[in-house]
């Protein structure tokens, strides 16, 4: 009896201790900066009142589809931090971008502003509708139309290797492995061809192939799917890998 009491109070326990977590912390203000999956980011979310959502991607992308209610206040232009400024720092932040690392630097931007509270969504919007959650479009530039699988299929069929690169211009570690990539193909010409895809752009075709996070690369050698990777590579890693 005394061990299945203590089983009982150990459940009891983790399960307050999760809850509190996803909560209680963020209204006493003991939680600063952490980086939730997106299940507790939508509970915190819809159980915590007056939390402050903020989108920090760009006004096109908001614009393309975005969490109900977020405001979209683009950590990359020359007002965000007056505008972060006029949110109350005593009360949650959830911040998310496409696929968390903007959002990242600026839940640690908040952190540095006095924010008491900021929950940063891991894996952004990717993850987010990866997971089959809602979102809306607002107001801006049309959305692109994606590329389809079909005609991704066709894309990857060519007789040679076909690196593709999944990349965004905001991305850094995409824009620091593009040189890279592009000296490679450049070098490799007559075996490989190097395919590049804005996830911006295609984002069905992204959560179709359930790619949850960029820069992310694959190679194709007639029509088949050889080899990927998630994440910055350099030239040699590459090489070792892919015996190209």
């Not at 939730?36 to 614009?63: C, G, H, M, N, W």
């Amino acid at each position: 009896m005394n061990k299945i009491f203590s089983i009982g109070l150990l459940s009891v326990l983790l399960y307050l201790t999760s809850c509190q977590n996803l909560g209680a912390n963020a209204q006493t203000g003991s939680i600063i900066n952490a980086t939730i999956p997106v299940d507790s980011f939508e509970k915190i979310l819809s159980t915590i009142v007056q939390v402050q959502l903020i989108d920090v991607r760009t006004p096109e992308e908001y614009a393309q589809g975005h969490l109900k209610n977020a405001v979209n206040v683009d950590i990359n232009s020359d007002d965000f931090e007056s505008r972060i400024q006029k949110l109350d720092k005593t009360k949650p932040v959830l911040v998310y971008c496409l696929s968390g690392g903007r959002s990242g630097r600026a839940a640690s931007k908040m952190e540095d502003m006095g924010f008491s509270t900021v929950y940063n969504m891991q894996g952004g919007i990717m993850q987010w509708r990866s997971a089959g959650k809602a979102t809306e479009s607002g107001v801006g530039a049309p959305a692109k139309t994606s590329m389809s699988m079909d005609a991704f299929g066709k894309l990857t069929s060519a007789n040679k290797y076909v690196l593709v690169d999944f990349n965004a211009t905001w991305c850094e570690p995409c824009k620091k492995m593009m040189p890279v990539l592009e000296s490679l193909a450049d070098k490799k010409k007559d075996k490989l061809s190097f395919v590049k895809i804005d996830a911006d752009d295609n984002k069905e075709l992204l959560i179709q192939k359930g790619i949850e996070s960029i820069p992310y690369l694959e190679l194709y050698k007639d029509g088949t799917l050889v080899w990927k990777h998630n994440g910055y590579i350099d030239e040699d890693a590459l090489l070792k890998e892919t015996n190209l």
